[in-house]
């Protein structure tokens, strides 16, 4: 891609992380709660929600003799890094995960602590959240994450003005969708933007189809170690539909060298060089750091498109349920940790993830949705939440660690035509569900 973009900032502090030297600190002070210094060590993913975290990082530090440090590790390195460093001296006291099968390994080493007696000393940590978040981070029935962040579904994101000039609307149906890439590529536009070089976001379009085909039965057998579900005829359907997409060209030719994670595919659909990516609602809190103007004018979103006679509900979504913080057994300060996580259902943490486009899943939420950064959009997406019968969680996510690389592989290789169906279908068999 030839087109020069200016990165989004993945860091709050605008630095690159180095694995030996420890983490970037974004709070006041070196890191090193665990070593027993007086400082709690707060970890998460480095992107634009890091802007929050600093707040609330800033007035737990107003009020507490032991003081947290926020550190960052930038998105794409984050899987990788935390697993380098999580059972050594540079390990957080805290951290940012998916909950689901990003902690089970974890939690099988012995490192967690379980906070069932955080939560019986201040009910809030689970009562306070919606129920159906809170039993993404249970494990073996001990709880090991308080929700952080936002929920995540993954929606269909368009420009508007792209869309206006090629005479198409966000489409409700896949032959809809399909009609979209016919007109936008007359116009000499990319229809769907597509950070491929990243190999996640591809894995999006897989998960979203599969449900929209067979519902969310078919991945809860395959999670399950039920081998024949990636070879049944649902399976394969998705696959010839999805084939059928990147042979219409719906994507462009140079998808595998670009890259959600260094702004070139958020950068494609704000200068109007695409019509859509799909992607996770996080999105427009990117859009807002990187391209405001365009956020907030010609920025548009919808659901994933249904698929005629296919077994899965239409309003059933896709995504990360929420985020978690979950906490190592070592940490030397377990009391002020509890105080920390008090704050992830605070009013003034509500408010400012609504500032920034994300949807907390606390209880509170909803009072508070007319002061979001765009009260439209969050609403969409709690009505979107709140009504789908089923909320798959990421597939790399909710497979172990272990599985997350064979599956890019995967996807990446099968929508560049290095494998067909058939190879597609034995690279999923073959992953670990422990």
Same mark, same amino acid.
């Given at each position: 891609?030839?087109?020069?973009?200016?990165?989004?900032?993945?860091?709050?502090?605008?630095?690159?992380?180095?694995?030996?030297?420890?983490? /970037?600190?974004?709070?006041?002070?070196?890191?090193?709660?665990?070593?027993?210094?007086?400082?709690?060590?707060?970890?998460?993913?480095?992107?634009?929600?890091?802007?929050?975290?600093?707040?609330?990082?800033?007035?737990?530090?107003?009020?507490?003799?032991? %003081?947290?440090?926020?550190?960052?590790?930038?998105?794409?390195?984050?899987?990788?890094?935390?697993?380098?460093?999580?059972?050594?001296?540079?390990?957080? $006291?805290?951290? !940012?995960?998916?909950?689901?099968?990003?902690?089970?390994?974890?939690?099988?080493?012995?490192?967690?602590?379980?906070?069932?007696?955080?939560?019986?000393?201040?009910?809030?940590?689970?009562?306070?959240?919606?129920?159906? +978040?809170?039993?993404?981070?249970?494990?073996?029935?001990?709880?090991?994450?308080? &929700?952080?962040?936002?929920?995540? &579904?993954?929606?269909?994101?368009?420009?508007?003005?792209?869309?206006?000039?090629?005479?198409? *609307?966000?489409?409700?149906?896949?032959?809809?969708?399909?009609?979209?890439?016919?007109?936008?590529?007359?116009?000499?536009?990319?229809?769907?933007?597509?950070?491929?070089?990243?190999?996640?976001?591809?894995?999006?379009?897989?998960?979203?189809?599969?449900?929209?085909?067979?519902?969310?039965?078919?991945?809860?057998?395959?999670? %399950?170690?039920?081998?024949?579900?990636?070879?049944?005829?649902?399976?394969?359907?998705?696959?010839?539909?999805? *084939?059928?997409?990147?042979?219409?060209?719906?994507?462009?030719?140079?998808?595998? #060298?670009?890259?959600?994670? =260094?702004? #070139?595919?958020?950068?494609?659909?704000?200068?109007?060089?695409?019509?859509?990516?799909?992607?996770?609602?996080?999105?427009?809190?990117?859009?807002?750091?990187?391209?405001?103007?365009?956020?907030?004018?010609?920025?548009?979103?919808?659901?994933?498109?249904?698929? @005629?006679?296919?077994?899965?509900?239409?309003?059933?979504? +896709?995504?990360?349920?929420?985020?978690?913080?979950?906490?190592?057994?070592?940490?030397?300060?377990?009391?002020?940790?509890?105080?920390?996580?008090?704050?992830?259902?605070?009013?003034? !943490?509500?408010?400012? @993830?609504?500032?920034?486009?994300?949807?907390?899943?606390?209880? =509170?939420? &909803?009072?508070?949705?007319?002061?979001?950064?765009?009260?439209?959009?969050?609403?969409?997406?709690?009505?979107?939440?709140?009504?789908?019968?089923?909320?798959?969680?990421?597939? $790399?996510?909710?497979?172990?660690?272990?599985?997350?690389? &064979?599956?890019?592989?995967?996807?990446?290789?099968?929508?560049?035509?290095?494998?067909?169906?058939?190879?597609?279908?034995?690279?999923?068999?073959?992953?670990? /569900?422990?």
């Amino acid at each position: 891609m030839k087109t020069r973009v200016r990165l989004p900032r993945l860091l709050a502090c605008g630095a690159t992380l180095a694995l030996a030297l420890g983490l /970037t600190a974004c709070g006041n002070g070196d890191g090193g709660g665990s070593s027993g210094d007086g400082k709690i060590r707060v970890l998460v993913y480095g992107d634009a929600s890091n802007k929050v975290e600093k707040q609330i990082v800033d007035k737990f530090n107003k009020t507490s003799d032991v %003081k947290a440090v926020l550190d960052t590790i930038p998105g794409a390195d984050y899987q990788q890094k935390l697993q380098t460093i999580i059972n050594t001296p540079q390990a957080p $006291d805290v951290f !940012f995960n998916w909950g689901g099968g990003s902690i089970q390994p974890f939690v099988k080493a012995d490192l967690l602590m379980p906070l069932d007696d955080f939560i019986e000393k201040d009910p809030g940590l689970k009562a306070n959240f919606l129920p159906s +978040v809170v039993a993404s981070a249970v494990v073996d029935g001990k709880t090991y994450g308080v &929700p952080m962040r936002g929920t995540q &579904p993954i929606l269909l994101f368009h420009n508007k003005e792209v869309l206006d000039k090629a005479g198409v *609307k966000p489409p409700k149906t896949w032959d809809e969708l399909l009609d979209a890439v016919k007109k936008l590529k007359d116009e000499g536009v990319t229809p769907i933007s597509l950070g491929a070089g990243d190999r996640w976001p591809t894995m999006m379009w897989f998960e979203y189809l599969y449900d929209r085909v067979a519902g969310p039965e078919l991945f809860q057998k395959a999670l %399950k170690g039920d081998k024949d579900a990636w070879a049944s005829a649902d399976s394969k359907k998705a696959l010839s539909m999805l *084939k059928q997409l990147v042979d219409a060209g719906a994507f462009g030719k140079n998808y595998d #060298s670009v890259k959600y994670t =260094n702004g #070139s595919s958020p950068a494609l659909l704000a200068s109007g060089k695409a019509g859509f990516e799909l992607m996770g609602s996080w999105y427009y809190a990117q859009q807002q750091e990187d391209a405001k103007e365009f956020a907030e004018t010609s920025l548009g979103y919808s659901a994933f498109p249904t698929v @005629q006679g296919g077994k899965g509900d239409p309003t059933n979504v +896709v995504g990360n349920t929420n985020n978690f913080y979950s906490v190592l057994k070592k940490t030397k300060h377990p009391e002020a940790v509890a105080e920390f996580l008090k704050l992830m259902y605070s009013d003034e !943490f509500v408010k400012a @993830q609504l500032a920034i486009g994300n949807l907390p899943t606390t209880t =509170n939420t &909803p009072k508070f949705l007319d002061t979001a950064a765009d009260p439209d959009y969050s609403r969409f997406q709690y009505d979107l939440v709140a009504k789908a019968p089923a909320f798959q969680l990421s597939w $790399d996510q909710a497979y172990p660690p272990s599985a997350m690389t &064979p599956i890019h592989q995967a996807v990446q290789q099968f929508f560049s035509g290095q494998i067909d169906a058939d190879g597609f279908i034995k690279a999923m068999q073959a992953l670990p /569900t422990e």
